[in-house]
């Protein structure tokens, strides 16, 4: 007895209908599917970083009990909220890969329906996707204000005078002042991809450029004080060996703000060249839309990390220059400027 094989019939290529409305937003989405895995992975490990910093700050301030204190309480919220800013802006970018993730979904099912043309899909996308740049650009917002006060108030610990009192509060509420303005005038239209509201304008290039002016000027502070006193500092820092001198020289770099100067000056960079295309400008967008807000963030938090662990040489030498009792402790900084 043998059985009979019925041949199957397979449909030729031309005879199968796919959806060609279905078919180019899968199409679209696939690189942007490859991006934000990217962009998502660099969030997420730096997010990392900070929640380490975040936390081991926040147990070494608690641990001191004294909240009564403004140098304890100032550096305490200044964390809380720098964390909770780059949660703002993690929580969009989770919102966004979902957001992708289903319109892509509901592609994949519309490519056997003739009934699908993915518009009403789009435009859902298109209004999440203009809430979540909002909260992106909010916390990116908020975390290069604190840090930018964070930089220019350890200006102000060893300087000690009214006229960098002053300078920093008035940098601090213009750049905010410009950067709002800039923010409302950037709307480019409808997106289908997480957009820093920060284009576009004039206002937000020149709030961009006095954040780095306030950085340099910081920087240029510090500096001019660490020169003037460079006979203490050599003293500070060659007190112990060539491992502990070149953390304490990595600290004092990390507290003058240089490093945050050189990460404002990517941005700028790419902020001004933002319609140019090659491999560099792909590397600037994955830094500024996958790195910088959680690197706006861990800069501030690392300084107050290092005050802390009262590993700070602005305290411990710079300052100590200036008055003959001793270094200039945050606590006496406060009462100055009370």
């Not at 500024?288 to 861990?298: F, N």
Request: aromatic content about 12%.
């Amino acid at each position: 007895m043998t059985l009979d094989h019925v041949p199957i019939a397979l449909p030729h290529p031309n005879d199968i209908a796919v959806n060609k409305h279905a078919l180019g937003i899968m199409q679209s989405f696939a690189f942007d599917a490859t991006s934000l895995v990217l962009q998502f992975s660099l969030s997420s490990l730096l997010f990392g970083v900070l929640t380490i910093l975040a936390l081991s700050s926040v147990f070494l301030l608690l641990r001191r009990r004294a909240l009564t204190n403004a140098s304890i309480r100032i550096p305490l919220l200044t964390t809380v909220v720098l964390y909770a800013s780059t949660s703002l802006y993690m929580a969009g970018l989770i919102w966004n890969w979902t957001s992708v993730t289903r319109i892509i979904r509901e592609a994949n099912e519309g490519l056997s329906s003739e009934s699908y043309d993915g518009a009403a899909n789009l435009i859902s996308l298109e209004n999440a996707v203009f809430k979540q740049s909002w909260m992106a650009t909010a916390g990116l917002a908020a975390n290069v204000i604190v840090g930018d006060a964070v930089v220019w108030w350890r200006a102000c610990v060893i300087w000690r005078h009214r006229a960098v009192y002053y300078a920093g509060p008035i940098a601090l509420l213009l750049t905010l002042a410009f950067g709002i303005v800039g923010a409302l005038q950037s709307y480019p239209g409808p997106i289908q991809s997480i957009y820093f509201m920060v284009g576009g304008g004039g206002f937000a290039d020149a709030a961009a450029a006095l954040s780095l002016a306030t950085n340099l000027a910081a920087t240029a502070l510090i500096s001019i004080k660490a020169f003037l006193h460079n006979r203490r500092l050599t003293k500070y820092l060659g007190s112990s060996g060539g491992k502990t001198r070149a953390l304490k020289m990595f600290a004092l770099l990390i507290e003058s703000g240089s490093v945050y100067c050189v990460i404002l000056l990517v941005v700028l960079v790419y902020q001004f060249n933002s319609d140019t295309a090659g491999p560099i400008f792909t590397a600037e967008y994955f830094f500024v839309y996958g790195c910088l807000v959680p690197l706006v963030a861990i800069y501030p938090t690392g300084i107050v990390f290092l005050t802390a662990l009262d590993w700070s040489p602005l305290h411990w030498g710079l300052s100590e220059s200036m008055v003959s009792q001793g270094p200039l402790s945050t606590s006496e900084y406060d009462s100055e400027t009370a």
